[in-house]
């Protein structure tokens, strides 16, 4: 088989066959196929696209390009959440320990910030010490000792998501249905699970802008979760102003915490419950979503669930001291306000410019091999819907770089956008996608 002539069919709209696709993605794992060749597949996926019976093949020889963990020696329902990416989105901190403090055992493997987006291997990692590469069989050992482990791709589990993950990153192909599709899907089914939540942000921020695409993709990854047997619920959630305040891996770290201590921003809060009464329902501790939401408030009531986190960290070499002191962690050089340019109501923050200045600002990638700065970041002081008078502040930002520190500021103040009256609010939780169809979501 010829690697260029697999290019030129994708590139002329042609639908792969298995053996094409296996062909493709074997070769980049081993390293016989060539980075630039991926990137030029990538690129003609991102504009031809994939028919759905292909997207469900890219996925499962995605999925098998590594090992299959088998979790069925621990006891109970394995439940993970995943996300498509979104901005200051750092649910999965708080949530993973929640629902393992509900008894349902979590897998999690997570991915690093993609595109614009926050990713939650970044942000585990600003944790001195956390270790997020650990073997299979430490992996095994971590959950059966916690209810809980927190990792990344591996050499072992969905290698071809791994690195095509990071090259997807640096070729703007992030963007694409089946690309998203088999990149989550892939090593989610390689991790062990028995059931998913899925959160597919809609929204300036999210890789999915409109609605429908947003349920063109829940319904895409729904449908592949279903027909491995795996129990897939979609939450389609709203993505047009960050969640929380903080954006930038160590603020996000330092917000879960106070998720975890009951005290997280509002929005924060809904979500992981919603997510997380989804999670302990399929994990059978709860018969509803809302009755799964009411586990899961109490075990952060009653210190459960951030006493599962500060074990979780402690069991895979993380500080723990930062977590419990969080103004003892190192500060950027440099911490700069922006100010309010008007009096009126913030009538929207633009996620996608504040997801790109963070990267600016060092909290992310532009190159495979860059080194993130986990202190780097901004951190909200208001939101969409407050009241602003002009010269306050609106928000905080920090960073070690000295060449973007004065430049970055317009740029910034830009994403926030004062009327005079006080904008409509539209829900966070929209709908709802499984395998009987879409459905509104209400509590
Ligand atoms: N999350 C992933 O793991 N992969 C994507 O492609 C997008 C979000």
């Not at 795996?230 to 770290?253: C, H, R, S, V």
Request: with cysteine; net charge neutral.
């Amino acid at each position: 088989m010829n690697v260029v002539e697999i290019i030129k069919k994708k590139r002329d709209g042609g639908k792969l066959s298995s053996d094409e696709m296996k062909f493709i993605i074997d070769g980049y794992v081993k390293g016989i196929v060539p980075e630039y060749q991926i990137a030029a597949f990538l690129m003609a996926t991102f504009f031809r696209g994939m028919t759905k019976d292909e997207t469900a093949e890219f996925t499962r020889l995605m999925l098998h390009s590594g090992d299959v963990i088998d979790l069925s020696s621990i006891p109970g329902i394995k439940v993970d959440k995943h996300s498509t990416g979104g901005v200051g989105d750092k649910i999965s901190l708080p949530l993973a320990p929640i629902v393992a403090a509900c008894g349902v055992p979590v897998p999690m493997i997570s991915g690093r910030g993609l595109g614009h987006t926050g990713g939650t291997l970044d942000k585990l990692e600003a944790i001195p010490g956390f270790n997020t590469n650990i073997t299979i069989e430490e992996y095994k050992k971590v959950i059966s000792e916690i209810g809980l482990v927190m990792i990344g791709q591996t050499k072992e589990i969905a290698p071809a998501d791994k690195k095509m993950y990071a090259l997807r990153d640096v070729t703007s192909t992030v963007e694409c249905i089946p690309l998203i599709a088999g990149s989550i899907m892939s090593k989610k089914l390689a991790e062990g699970i028995d059931a998913l939540v899925l959160d597919v942000k809609t929204g300036r921020g999210a890789f999915m802008q409109t609605y429908e695409q947003s349920v063109e993709l829940a319904q895409a990854l729904v449908g592949i979760g279903t027909s491995f047997g795996k129990e897939t619920i979609g939450f389609i959630t709203d993505m047009n102003q960050p969640l929380g305040y903080a954006i930038g891996n160590w603020i996000e770290t330092a917000e879960s915490v106070e998720c975890l201590r009951g005290n997280g921003p509002s929005d924060v809060m809904e979500l992981t419950y919603v997510l997380g009464g989804a999670m302990v329902m399929l994990g059978r501790k709860a018969n509803t979503v809302n009755e799964g939401i009411e586990r899961c408030k109490e075990v952060v009531q009653n210190g459960k669930a951030f006493e599962k986190f500060l074990a979780l960290v402690e069991r895979q070499g993380g500080e723990t001291a930062y977590l419990l002191h969080p103004d003892r962690y190192p500060r950027s050089v440099f911490q700069k306000e922006i100010t309010a340019s008007d009096d009126g109501f913030i009538s929207s923050i633009d996620s996608l410019e504040l997801g790109l200045s963070v990267i600016a600002l060092g909290g992310g990638r532009t190159k495979v091999d860059d080194i993130i700065d986990p202190k780097a970041g901004i951190l909200l002081k208001k939101k969409a819907g407050d009241r602003v008078k002009r010269g306050e502040v609106v928000a905080e930002y920090f960073t070690d770089r000295s060449d973007i520190v004065d430049a970055i500021k317009t740029r910034i103040a830009g994403a926030f956008s004062i009327k005079a009256s006080k904008p409509d609010t539209s829900p966070l939780v929209i709908s709802v996608v499984d395998k009987n169809g879409v459905t509104p979501f209400r509590y």
